[in-house]
């Protein structure tokens, strides 16, 4: 499985951006894709994740409302639609998927070992 993520950038706080994450080479059914955040010194955190399965989605609470997470199925394209952007949203996002998965809750919160990763796309929101 390849991921390939685009999108990030600089910006002004309350901007808004728009992540992307192409995936390729998937041999199952369904899968969960997801978008994550670390920023240096600071753990990796699951931001939202999504089933192909139907669609289920999980937000972490601190982005919720400002961000929304969507599929393609027929690209295998996940977006990250990123509103009203803050400060401490700042930090390298990373697109990253796993198979015959449907439960983005977990994905999202316990990255299991055979998760695919994509290479990370900075985001930087700073006046």
């Known amino acids: 499985v390849q991921l390939q993520a685009s999108g990030g950038g600089l910006v002004q706080p309350g901007d808004s951006l728009r992540l992307s994450c192409a995936a390729s080479?998937?041999?199952?059914?369904?899968?969960?894709i997801g978008w994550f955040r670390q920023v240096p010194g600071k753990e990796r955190e699951g931001v939202s994740c999504?089933?192909?399965?139907?669609?289920?989605?999980y937000t972490q609470t601190s982005v919720l409302g400002r961000f929304t997470i969507s599929i393609e199925n027929a690209k295998n394209t996940v977006h990250l639609q990123m509103n009203n952007l803050r400060p401490e949203d700042t930090a390298v996002y990373y697109c990253?998927?796993?198979?015959?998965?449907?439960?983005?809750?977990?994905?999202?919160?316990?990255?299991?070992?055979?998760?695919?990763w994509g290479q990370g796309t900075l985001v930087t929101v700073s006046s």
């Open positions: 080479g998937f041999t199952s059914h369904y899968y969960n």
């Open positions: 990253a998927a796993v198979e015959d998965r449907n439960d983005p809750w977990n994905f999202c919160r316990d990255v299991p070992p055979d998760t695919y």
């Open positions: 999504i089933t192909s399965y139907d669609d289920s989605t």
